[in-house]
């Protein structure tokens, strides 16, 4: 069932007016509110419109009500930030991924270089920052021999 943006608000209004009229506790009308408008979101304008619905109803303490239980705002607030969340958890995810993958082929490389990696250069290595790891990838074209890892390991700590 497809609504028009004013029918959408007429609806959302609708139901804060049932919501409020109900005698639930604060937090439950909060859950009950939430799951309506995140099946049925308001979009920024459908929110304005809505809040300016809300704040010709009378008496003062059902528009009260009614804004407490179906603020839009909040509601869109939370959509957002959740949404915020979402992109910088993947975000944060992707940044680990290449960092777990540089560290894994950097490792593979030094392995074929010169053998067995003590545990303390790997850990050590696992702990080098991306643009570290990055200087490493490109020295370890200069490296000879194990030494030249050492040294290049003492003369960059971990960040």
């Not at 506790?25 to 995140?38: M, Q």
């Not at 545990?119 to 490493?136: G, H, K, M």
Request: charged share 35%.
């Amino acid at each position: 069932m497809r609504l028009d943006d004013r029918d959408r608000v007429r609806q959302a209004l609708r139901f804060g007016l049932s919501l409020a009229s109900l005698d639930l506790p604060a937090e439950e009308r909060e859950i009950v509110s939430g799951f309506y408008f995140s099946y049925r979101p308001l979009s920024d304008k459908e929110a304005l419109q809505m809040e300016e619905e809300t704040a010709k109803l009378n008496p003062r303490e059902l528009r009260e009500r009614v804004m407490e239980a179906t603020n839009p705002w909040i509601l869109i607030g939370r959509h957002h930030g959740r949404e915020e969340g979402r992109q910088e958890g993947r975000q944060e995810g992707r940044q680990e991924g290449l960092h777990d993958g540089a560290v894994e082929t950097l490792l593979r490389l030094l392995r074929r270089r010169f053998g067995i990696l003590g545990a303390e250069q790997q850990s050590r290595i696992r702990s080098l920052s991306s643009p570290q790891l990055d200087e490493l990838a490109e020295a370890l074209l200069d490296f000879h021999c194990p030494d030249d890892l050492a040294a290049w390991l003492d003369r960059h700590p971990a960040a």
